[in-house]
């Protein structure tokens, strides 16, 4: 099951992301709910990072499917708003009968 964990503050301003795990949907490699979930993170991250001037770190393992992002410091509109689509998107797959078993999306005050 993909777990993404998303960080905010109390002020509801983004600190930053975990993802971890694979879907398990399929077999790895063919697996098209990890490859739907990896494609929205990883947009948003290039995103962030070719349409801000948002300061970030990432930290990435392919095998184990674990991203962790956050912001160094409070992040502008337009990250708010790119990590909003990246949430909308994988919420929806949650949301759908067929894949709500296999993403688990937490949302964390910090």
Known sequence: MIKVTIYKTERHEYVGFDTEDHAGYGEQGQDILCAACSALVINALNS?????DDETSCVSDEDTGSISFRFNGKPSHDAALLLDSMILGLEEIEDSNDYEK???IIFKEV
């Open 48 to 52: 962030i990072e070719r349409f801000t």
């Open 102 to 104: 296999y993403i688990d």
